[in-house]
């Protein structure tokens, strides 16, 4: 789903691993043709998607991740990487622009983590998974299934992880939107947080 924020400015919620959505963004892409994208992945990740669509290689998936794609696949075809993801490094790989990871790096991340997640946290974490295997999702939309997810496996302390996260990304947003005022920007958002984005900015404009 895309929405226009003014006419150098457009942002994309994608449901993570869903083909579908992969396949949408890459219409709008190609419509739209922004010369600068940002995404909500960290800058170890754009490298990593790099290295993906140079050299394809299979990934390790948590047994959450697992889970997560299993339920998915209720709503339509799911991959990984996810498909919003491949289709916007292929995009700026085939027009030679520059893609901007929006999340904490890797340090930045650690530190938020280590400040929440304890290990009574990792533990517990780690002994719902038989509880959410067994979990019956009844949501309609793949939308409606993402936001059930979260509030099904998501402990307190990671809420609080994402929350940091998800108040670092509206701030690298806003920062970096000043900065490229004079350039068309798409901005590509994971759906976690695709309604807390477009709320803040749709508050400003």
Same mark, same amino acid.
């Given at each position: 789903?895309?929405?226009? @924020?003014? &006419?150098?400015?457009? @942002?994309?919620?994608?449901?993570?691993?869903?083909?579908?959505?992969?396949?949408? =963004?890459?219409?709008?892409? =190609?419509?739209?043709? %922004?010369? @600068?994208?940002? @995404?909500?992945?960290?800058?170890?990740? +754009?490298?990593?998607?790099?290295?993906?669509?140079?050299? %394809?290689?299979?990934?390790?998936?948590?047994?959450?991740?697992?889970?997560?794609?299993?339920? !998915?696949?209720?709503?339509?075809?799911?991959?990984? %990487? /996810? %498909? +919003?993801?491949?289709?916007?490094?292929?995009?700026?790989?085939?027009?030679?622009?520059?893609?901007?990871?929006? #999340?904490? &790096?890797?340090?930045? *991340?650690?530190?938020?983590?280590?400040?929440?997640?304890?290990?009574?946290? !990792?533990?517990?974490?780690?002994?719902?998974?038989?509880?959410?295997?067994?979990?019956?999702? #009844?949501?309609?939309?793949?939308?409606?299934?993402?936001?059930?997810?979260?509030?099904?496996?998501?402990?307190? /302390?990671?809420?609080?992880?994402?929350?940091?996260?998800?108040? *670092?990304?509206?701030?690298?947003? #806003? /920062?970096?939107?000043?900065?490229?005022?004079?350039?068309?920007?798409?901005?590509?958002? #994971?759906?976690? *947080?695709?309604?807390?984005?477009?709320?803040?900015?749709?508050?400003?404009?």
């Amino acid at each position: 789903m895309m929405h226009k @924020i003014n &006419d150098r400015f457009y @942002i994309f919620g994608g449901v993570k691993g869903l083909v579908r959505d992969g396949d949408e =963004l890459r219409k709008e892409l =190609l419509e739209k043709r %922004p010369d @600068i994208v940002f @995404i909500t992945i960290a800058p170890e990740q +754009v490298d990593g998607m790099k290295e993906f669509l140079e050299d %394809p290689f299979e990934m390790n998936l948590s047994d959450y991740e697992i889970l997560y794609g299993i339920n !998915l696949s209720r709503y339509g075809e799911v991959m990984t %990487p /996810s %498909p +919003v993801y491949i289709e916007a490094t292929r995009y700026c790989k085939e027009n030679d622009i520059e893609m901007i990871g929006l #999340d904490m &790096d890797e340090g930045d *991340y650690q530190i938020i983590y280590s400040k929440y997640v304890k290990t009574t946290d !990792l533990l517990r974490h780690s002994m719902r998974k038989k509880k959410v295997s067994k979990y019956k999702f #009844d949501a309609e939309t793949p939308e409606e299934f993402v936001e059930s997810w979260n509030n099904v496996v998501d402990l307190k /302390s990671f809420k609080k992880v994402n929350a940091e996260r998800k108040k *670092y990304i509206i701030e690298r947003i #806003d /920062s970096l939107q000043k900065e490229y005022s004079d350039r068309n920007i798409f901005c590509i958002v #994971d759906y976690d *947080y695709y309604k807390d984005v477009l709320n803040h900015f749709e508050n400003r404009y």
